[in-house]
């Protein structure tokens, strides 16, 4: 039997794309490798009720609605999402609980003699890879776990992740936009050919608004696939009202809606799972208004704009393209009253960093650069040069640490600080300001309202 730290260190032994600084090689994403992990598992993907979601932006935000208004239904459900802020076990839960350390010990020392032996045949499938491994355990301990639904997030692209083994009930992509383009392509078109590449035969698909670029690739996949598509916009719509929101869905209106995450963005997100949920009415479930209503407002998804803390006001959030970046700015600018302010950007390698800039630089009094620790985080300097033209003078810091701490020392009290550029920043800058509470002995602060 492996010790939990045992079983993070043999995950942490294969690839990760995640990571590395290299370009994606397509050639190394094969279903067929994925197919056969979960054969040696036992095919545990089998019994399983999926709702797959695949997008730009967004999918994890709608995943964790769905699976909130599914517990709230009373449903035992099954979230798989990626990447983590500061654990792996964020990745896998049931009913908003983590997997525990007891149980990845448990189905990695399981797993481990099956993979090890397909490891030994990488040769004509590739390198099993730790999006592989981690996707077979969690779908294992699902299935184990008896969910009644399993709400899937999508890796990376979706035509070839390692999610798209299974047979989803609803397949949703949310908004797509530039973000991947060395895998995906460097056109809309190619993006959402990949995305789309998560609808099946005869399946039943909703997807957020898209340009119509996006759009139209998404309408000729369902009518190639004779699978039934809605449409967020037509066939599902949402009206702000009175600081609250209402969905028109597909089979009934939803009114006096509201949810903990800021932004309108949110709002496209909630009216699509919203409509993923009625689709379900096509196998024969109904969820209710009442549950719809209550489960939006317990959602939780950490640092999608979210107040980590207060005087000066931190913001964290995960924006990493244009299109993130734009929906930050248009929240900040409808949700927060400053005197000044300060903005913190870490990014990775290959990113759209001038169509983040264009957004986010014009309302930013300073701005701050840094680097995660990460094999491909952007240099500061680097980040410095994309900006140029775009941003004003900038501060170059070469860890999380200083730079959160340059921002605080330049901030007062009235001021807001805004942390973005990363799933990993973010998750650095958690990790930091936990660790500072619990040597303060403070509780973690309030993070709930403007």
């Not at 184990?144 to 999508?154: G, I, N, P, R, S």
């Not at 909703?206 to 998404?218: D, G, K, M, R, W």
């Not at 009175?242 to 932004?263: A, C, D, Q, T």
């Not at 024969?284 to 005087?311: C, Y």
């Amino acid at each position: 039997m492996l010790t939990y730290d045992q079983a993070i260190e043999y995950l942490e032994s294969f690839i990760n794309y995640e990571k590395i600084a290299a370009p994606y090689d397509q050639r190394m994403w094969k279903l067929e490798r994925m197919e056969r992990l979960l054969r040696s598992a036992g095919d545990p993907h089998r019994g399983l009720k999926f709702i797959h979601i695949a997008g730009t932006k967004g999918k994890g935000s709608t995943a964790a609605m769905i699976a909130s208004i599914l517990s709230e239904a009373k449903f035992k459900v099954g979230l798989y999402t990626s990447p983590h802020l500061v654990s792996f076990r964020e990745r896998i839960r049931i009913n908003g609980e983590m997997i525990s350390e007891g149980k990845v010990r448990d189905l990695v020392t399981r797993l481990k003699p099956n993979i090890d032996e397909l490891k030994k045949h990488e040769d004509g499938l590739g390198y099993i890879s730790f999006f592989d491994v981690y996707t077979t355990l969690g779908l294992l301990f699902f299935a184990l776990e008896e969910v009644d639904f399993a709400v899937l997030e999508v890796g990376m692209g979706g035509r070839l992740d390692a999610t798209n083994v299974v047979q989803p009930l609803v397949s949703v992509i949310t908004q797509i936009s530039y973000d991947h383009m060395i895998s995906l392509g460097d056109t809309i078109e190619a993006i959402a050919t990949e995305k789309a590449g998560i609808i099946k035969d005869n399946g039943y698909v909703i997807t957020s608004p898209q340009v119509p670029e996006a759009l139209e690739i998404i309408r000729n996949t369902c009518a190639e696939k004779k699978a039934r598509l809605f449409e967020v916009g037509s066939d599902v719509s949402f009206q702000k009202e009175n600081g609250l929101f209402g969905v028109s869905g597909i089979f009934s209106k939803y009114e006096n809606l509201r949810i903990p995450l800021l932004g309108d963005h949110q709002l496209v997100n909630a009216a699509t799972a919203v409509g993923a949920l009625e689709m379900l009415r096509f196998h024969g479930f109904t969820i209710s208004a009442e549950d719809i209503r209550t489960g939006l407002e317990k959602v939780k998804w950490p640092a999608r704009v979210e107040i980590i803390q207060r005087n000066p006001t931190i913001v964290l959030d995960t924006a990493h393209n244009a299109a993130s970046a734009k929906a930050l700015r248009d929240t900040i600018e409808s949700n927060f009253s400053y005197e000044k302010l300060i903005l913190v950007i870490g990014t990775s390698l290959h990113k759209d960093i001038k169509g983040m800039g264009r957004h986010l630089c014009p309302i930013a009094d300073e701005i701050v650069l840094t680097k995660v620790d990460s094999p491909r985080a952007m240099d500061p300097e680097d980040i410095k040069v994309e900006l140029a033209g775009i941003c004003r003078d900038v501060i170059i810091t070469q860890n999380v640490a200083s730079a959160l701490e340059k921002a605080k020392s330049i901030s007062g009290p009235s001021d807001l600080i805004c942390i973005t550029g990363s799933v990993y920043l973010a998750g650095e800058v958690m990790q930091i300001l936990e660790a500072h509470t619990r040597i303060a002995g403070l509780k973690p602060a309030h993070t709930g309202g403007i």
